[in-house]
């Protein structure tokens, strides 16, 4: 069986791992929570987080480059620029599926002599974390010009009465 | 190269986040940068009388406490403890079920356990226990009680002002224990130390000395209004002449002054002009009583009890019938719930009563104060008002529920009704995000300033998320709301989670809508963006 097959074959129990893996960068009582409740209304984190998992798999299993990466990726990564991690903590998520799929797959990898399967698809995960950062650098300068916006919409109607607004205008 | 030893990936992503294994109450609240507001400035405490009147910085060690501060919060619980009654229930009988510890938003957005309203109670309650009650005073931590130190007194700070008292998490608990009264309490005590922000105490002191938030002077509302007046004219073609401070008339309109100066407020008040006009009501503008809002409430009773009398004397002074309300949510919380033991009974004011349809308000007897929703519903109901509703087809619309007018008054239906009057496209979120059980906006209760704009991030999440879910499934791009603060926060929440949607007062939309006697063609929305067919013609 070739890597991609293998991966396919055993998607839920390397998602669950991966999945769990990240949750447990939560408090335990929060980790927790977000692995019980299914509902993604009541749980939007932790559901966020499932399908975004669940989508970048599909995606790094796909032969061609991928067009729908950026925004599972950012699903993810826009709520956790956003809850106090570093910026490595908040995109390392990308990195552990490299251990995860290690220690899922150590058999079969060693029986079928897959490491060069391995090294390949490990590239594509180095790829998929290069572009996190791209995103989380997206994403927190988007908080920054938000907070730029709210001042000035704030008193909008205040400086534009004041003529502190100007617009080109048409000759 | 110096060997280091770096740390494996999930090692380096659990770094600083996990807290070390030790009980809560011996974990001291880290202050993270974007989770709080400034200190508040001492010239604005001392504006109100506020205790401990000085400039001071949450960053600072130093918070500039008095000597005997911890006697002065211990003596100011057992105060409200024994005026409250619900406070002492509440303190007492929490049965830790943990029904509500999953329900709050900034729990649910941001993962921190201490923002679970069973813990951000635990917190006030602790100190409950270890000096008002006999278990905690010898048992100690055993009991869950614990000395009331300057770091339980920061963490109280830090989750007290992370709390948007939206009384989500009452709705769950068998108890009814209504956090968002604990936070009142707890920022009370906080208040009696000058432990405020500036976002709110600046607002507190404008509003008590000018009479509006961002402290504008009468001529400044007035210049506003007329601004707008000329929008509205060159819109349709009708020039509406509102009073200001008219003695006599029959009504006074009070609204929040984010809906005087403010994008997207502005449109909302225009709306309010429209309608009135069109009705032909017989109403007046207070350039005193300029602010429906009341961030008094965000202080102590006390306070929010001194800015609402104004609104009082300023219609007592023009001797108007009764009043008439914009659109706005901790107001109507207010008036609803504290509003007449506070200052009422307002007899010198008449029950109101609609002078279109002749519908009396009995709801209103007390405070005889109408939300503007009900009037404008009855309206409708009554076959008074024309729209057409075409003029809003390049909005697929979908209603956030704010926590004040829905858990704070239930008003669930009325704002529902006149947007779809108004709109052909209207889809609502998901049942447990909405109505009773409507989320947040996450910047309520005086945290809309823009330091903390994480917290307002995280905490807006699971609003925004159900709006995704509509943008996604039904192309909403516009998020309806009845409150000022939705609107001054809300554009924020959706630039961040959902591009592309709008925020708008329902009286925005009203106002496109509204068939006004004797108007022009419109080619153009109150924002002036072109109408669904008039693309080319704004200028016309
Ligand atoms: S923010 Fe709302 S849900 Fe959270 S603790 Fe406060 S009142 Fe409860
Ligand atoms: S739901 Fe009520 S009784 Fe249960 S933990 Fe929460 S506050 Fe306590």
Known sequence: MNLINLLSSKKSAILKRWFDEIVSTYPDATSSFLKTQD??????????????????????????????????LDNIIRIRAVQGFTPSQSTAFTIFLKKVI???????IKEDQLYNDLAALEARIDKMALLSFDIYMKCRETLYEIKANEVKNMTFNLLRRANMLSEVQEE | ????????????????????????????????????????????????????????????????LPENWKEIVLEGMKERLGKYRSFHIFMDICVRCGACADKCHFFLGGGDPKNMPVLRAELLRSIYRKYFTASGKMLGKVAGAR?????????????????TECRRCSLFCPYGIDQAEITM?????????????????????????????????PHAIKNNIDFMVDDIETITGIKIEPSFNRKGAEILFVTPSGDLFGDPGIYTCMGYLMLFHELG???????????????????????????NSKIYAEAKRLGVKWILGGECGHMWRIINQYMDTWNGPADFLEEPVSPITGTRFENAKATKMVHIIEFVADLIKHGKLKFDPGRNDQFKVTFHDSCNTAR??????????????????????????IRERTFCCGSGSGLNAGENMELRMRGGLPRANAVRYVHERHGVNLLANVCAIDRAALPALMDYWVPGVKVAGVHELLGNALIMKGEKERTTDLRGDALPGKEGNEDA
């Open chain 1, 39 to 72: 509902d993604p209304f009541a749980n939007p984190v932790g559901q966020t987080i499932l399908h975004g998992i669940d989508g970048l798999f599909d995606e790094l299993l796909k032969d061609t480059d991928s067009n729908e990466m950026p925004s599972f």
């Open chain 1, 102 to 108: 290690r220690e899922e797959l150590k058999d079969e």
């Open chain 2, 1 to 64: 190269m110096a060997n280091i030893k770096l740390p494996k990936p999930e090692e380096l992503s659990k770094i600083d986040h996990k807290p070390p294994q030790k009980r809560w109450m011996d974990t001291p609240a880290e202050f993270k940068q974007g989770m709080y507001c400034y200190g508040a400035k001492g010239k604005n405490l001392s504006a109100v009388d506020f205790p401990n009147a000085r400039d001071w910085s949450p960053d600072d060690k130093d918070w500039k």
């Open chain 2, 147 to 163: 000395e009331l130190t300057e770091d339980v007194l920061k963490e109280l700070w830090y989750y007290y002002y992370q709390c």
């Open chain 2, 185 to 217: 309490i707890g920022r009370e005590l906080l208040n009696l130390l000058g432990l405020n922000t500036d976002w709110i105490s600046g607002p507190v002191a404008n509003c008590y000395m000018k009479g509006n938030h961002l402290g504008l002077e």
């Open chain 2, 281 to 307: 009501l017989d109403y007046t503008w207070s350039t005193y009583a300029s602010e429906g809002g009341n961030f008094g409430f965000f202080t102590s009773m006390e306070m929010a009890k001194r800015l």
């Open chain 2, 408 to 433: 704070g008054m239930g008003i669930f239906e009325e704002p529902r009704y006149i947007i779809k009057n108004v709109c052909n496209n209207f889809y609502e979120m998901p049942e447990n995000t």
